[in-house]
């Protein structure tokens, strides 16, 4: 199970910092992923990284604002949001997928969303 935690109510230019706490995950590795999906959109990726933590990839609409910091011994994953905007208002979801991939379909495991909301 992922449990996502960490979001809520931010005005432009601020910061937020998610969690995702991973358990029972059926295998020894996994890279994981952050998604987001706003009103009315699809969802989309913005960010996932290696088992090793070595490897990152950012959306382009989140580069250099955000990072995915992970820490294995915590089975957690963060995404640390920096100069946040009123669009990346949406519900940010974390999962799991043993590729190195930023298609949803390609995650198997699947938290159950935090809500990051910013205001101008």
């Known amino acids: 199970q992922l449990q996502a935690s960490g979001g809520g109510l931010v005005q432009a230019g601020g910061s937020l910092r998610l969690s995702c706490a991973a358990s029972?995950?059926?295998?020894?590795?996994?890279?994981m992923g952050w998604f987001r999906q706003a009103p009315g959109k699809e969802r989309e990726f913005v960010a996932r990284?290696?088992?090793?933590?070595?490897?990152?990839y950012y959306a382009d609409s989140v580069k250099g604002r955000f990072t995915i910091p992970r820490d294995n011994a915590k089975s957690t994953v963060y995404l640390q949001m920096n100069s946040l905007k009123p669009e990346d208002t949406a519900v940010y979801y974390c999962a799991t997928t043993q590729w190195q991939t930023i298609e949803p379909f390609e995650y198997d495991f699947w938290g159950q969303g935090t809500q990051v909301t910013v205001s101008s």
């Open positions: 990284i290696s088992w090793s933590g070595g490897s990152t």
């Open positions: 029972g995950v059926p295998r020894s590795s996994y890279a």
